[in-house]
Nanobody, 115 residues
Framework: QVQLVESGGGLVQAGGSLRLSCAVS????????MSWYRQAPGKQRNLVAT???????NYADSVKGRFTISRDAAKNTVNLQMNSLKPEDTAVYYC?????????WGQGTQVSVSS
């Protein structure tokens, strides 16, 4: 059973930065895809950023140029650097990992951006 534990959320003013981290109990290099999703109150969960096993990255249009997804294989973590934060970035952020035979979610970490 793979476990994902997010950390790094918090309250920040608009224009500020936060760095989220997702610690994975399994090897992240075995995952086909690792992603960050977010869910605002009353809204559906949406994809924010993805990094594939090969290292390719993709971002939602709303965060391009502001967010960067990365991974540290030595520490088995996947990170999300969030810069120039906006109030509309406020949400619970979830880590997601798709392995060849199963997929897993973290418990989420709250990010709140004040105007």
């Amino acid at each position: 059973q793979v476990q994902l534990v997010e950390s790094g959320g918090g309250l920040v003013q608009a224009g500020g930065s936060l760095r989220l981290s997702c610690a994975v109990s399994g090897s992240i290099l075995s995952a086909n895809v690792m992603s960050w999703y977010r869910q605002a109150p009353g809204k559906q969960r949406n994809l924010v950023a993805t990094i594939t096993r090969g290292g390719s990255t993709n971002y939602a249009d709303s965060v391009k140029g502001r967010f960067t997804i990365s991974r540290d294989a030595a520490k088995n973590t996947v990170n999300l650097q969030m810069n120039s934060l906006k109030p509309e970035d406020t949400a619970v952020y979830y880590c997601y990992a798709a392995f060849p035979y199963n997929y897993y979610w973290g418990q989420g970490t709250q990010v709140s951006v004040s105007s």
